[in-house]
């Protein structure tokens, strides 16, 4: 299914813009974290945050004295992106030096989610997307934490996704230059585990820990 354009979510090269549901879940997925833009008291900001997606809605939380949240809570205007850097793209002339991504925008107005029924799924869906496997290990969170915690939605009605992939393109008479050109592959990658030095000795680290990475 493809989301219709905006005027605000029109991509202006049409040969990276992706307007298909399937393509902007999966960024908003991959990514761990997103940038929120906001207005507040007449000065522009934009916080990283943490994200989730529950089919077509995004969610935010945090804490209830956090400014950005004290905000989110009165449904401005916002917009939200993401971003994942593939690649460094080197070609044979500065001007043509560029980066493989993958990138998305969101418009929209966010909605505080008040019943703790559903707040709570959604901070067990933030564990699960940050670490899979992770939340049946854990003890289950009391209520006063889930009081304690805003989450907001955020509708996907108005999204749309940006991606650069391939080789340099250059102008045709500089592929004969003797100059090297290609791509340098960059990912986000996990280091080995560190245990908490106050975990009682003897603990074993549990499979989904040591997925994570692989």
Known sequence: MTLPPSARTTVRRDDRAAYDRQTIQSILDEAFYAHVGFVSEEAPFVIPMLHARIDETLYLHGGPAARIMRTLKAGPEICVTVTLLDGLVLARSAFHHSANYRSVVVFGRPT?????????????????????????????????????????????????????????????????????????????????????PLMRPGIPRPAHVDRIGR
């Open 112 to 196: 505080p989610v008040t019943d703790l029924a559903e707040r709570r799924a959604v901070l067990d869906a933030y564990t699960d997307k940050l670490v899979p496997g992770r939340r049946p290990h854990l003890r289950e969170m009391t209520d006063k934490e889930v009081r304690g915690t805003v989450v907001v939605s955020v509708p996907l009605a108005e999204a749309s996704a940006k991606v650069r992939s391939g080789g340099p393109v250059d102008e045709p008479e500089d592929t004969e230059l003797d100059i090297w050109a290609g791509v340098i592959p960059l990912a986000l990658t996990a280091g080995a585990p560190i245990a908490d």
